[in-house]
């Protein structure tokens, strides 16, 4: 008897992954992903990656690292909007956070919670063109379905 292995989206998402950074594309993307997870009866696990250590850090210098503050601060705005809609619109949630890259970051929690979507913003960053948004390198990583929300 071969030993059950994990299967993606055969009797539908359980677990979406919506990348959240606090511009308004990933906002708008969470709660995209928060109507996907709530229709599909799904865990939506939020995915915040704090951006790797200033370069003055490593260094040696005093840096103030804001990353934190951020991550606390869009964990109370997820909060404050699960309970805006608390009774009309239930949705059960986690919120990761996570160090580096954005894009390894969310490969690595996709991997890890056994995601079978992800849903990122459309990327507002001009240098992206050249080398690549998160959401670009997501879709060509061609393992799981990827939505991007502008």
Do not use: C
């Not at 594309?25 to 696990?45: C, E, I, K, T």
């Not at 109370?76 to 809609?85: I, K, L, Y």
């Not at 690595?108 to 948004?133: I, N, Y």
């Amino acid at each position: 008897m071969t030993a059950h292995r994990f299967e993606r989206g055969t009797d539908g998402p359980k677990v979406i992954v919506a990348g959240l950074d606090g511009s308004d594309s990933s906002l708008r993307a969470a709660a995209y992903a928060s109507g996907l997870a709530r229709r599909q009866n799904a865990l939506l696990a939020i995915v915040y990656v704090q951006p790797v250590m200033p370069a003055g850090a490593a260094l040696g210098m005093p840096v103030p690292d804001p990353t934190g503050e951020i991550a606390e601060e869009l964990v109370e705005e997820v909060r404050a909007a699960a309970e805006r809609v608390h009774g009309i619109w239930d949705v059960r949630w986690e919120f990761h956070t996570r160090r580096g890259d954005p894009y390894a970051g969310l490969v690595a929690a996709a991997d890890e919670l056994r995601a079978d979507a992800v849903v990122v913003g459309a990327s507002e960053s001009a240098g992206h063109r050249f080398v690549g948004s998160v959401a670009v390198r997501l879709v060509k990583a061609g393992r799981w379905p990827v939505t991007v929300v502008p």
